[in-house]
């Protein structure tokens, strides 16, 4: 059986289960790195793979566990990309009782007065 197959299924045994609860346990459920809720157990060296002892092991919270195996958070794509410069501009901010800037003059308006100052100013000075 290929090492990365055995790992994945002793990860979900019974002994791990033990081993991990052992330490989060240990740990207070306390991240060592950052002092944040741990929910991650990393093995400090895989020397003792399959046979770790308690000393060998860490609690870690996810940010941490990941800095550690260099992985990175998949950043959230922009559901507003596909938009055009117009478009976009209506949904800079979320909430409807801020200012909104206009991004060709950078002067603020309510969302509405926006909407007629950036057509007005902007883009019917651009057809002309």
Request: glycine residues 2%; charged residues 40%.
């Amino acid at each position: 059986m290929p090492i990365n197959k055995a790992y994945s299924e002793y990860l979900r045994s019974p002994e791990w289960r033990k081993l991990r609860r052992a330490v989060l346990e240990r740990e207070n459920h306390k991240c060592q790195r950052c002092k944040e809720k741990a929910t991650h157990v990393h093995h400090l060296h895989y020397g003792h793979i399959f046979h770790e002892e308690l000393d060998d092991l860490e609690a870690l919270c996810v940010d941490c566990h990941r800095k550690v195996h260099g992985k990175r958070r998949k950043k959230k794509k922009n559901k507003y990309k596909h938009r055009t410069k117009e478009k976009e501009i209506k949904y800079h901010y979320k909430n409807p009782t801020k200012k909104w800037k206009c991004p060709k003059c950078d002067k603020y308006f309510s969302r509405g007065t926006l909407d007629r100052h950036y057509a007005l100013k902007h883009v019917l000075k651009e057809k002309k």
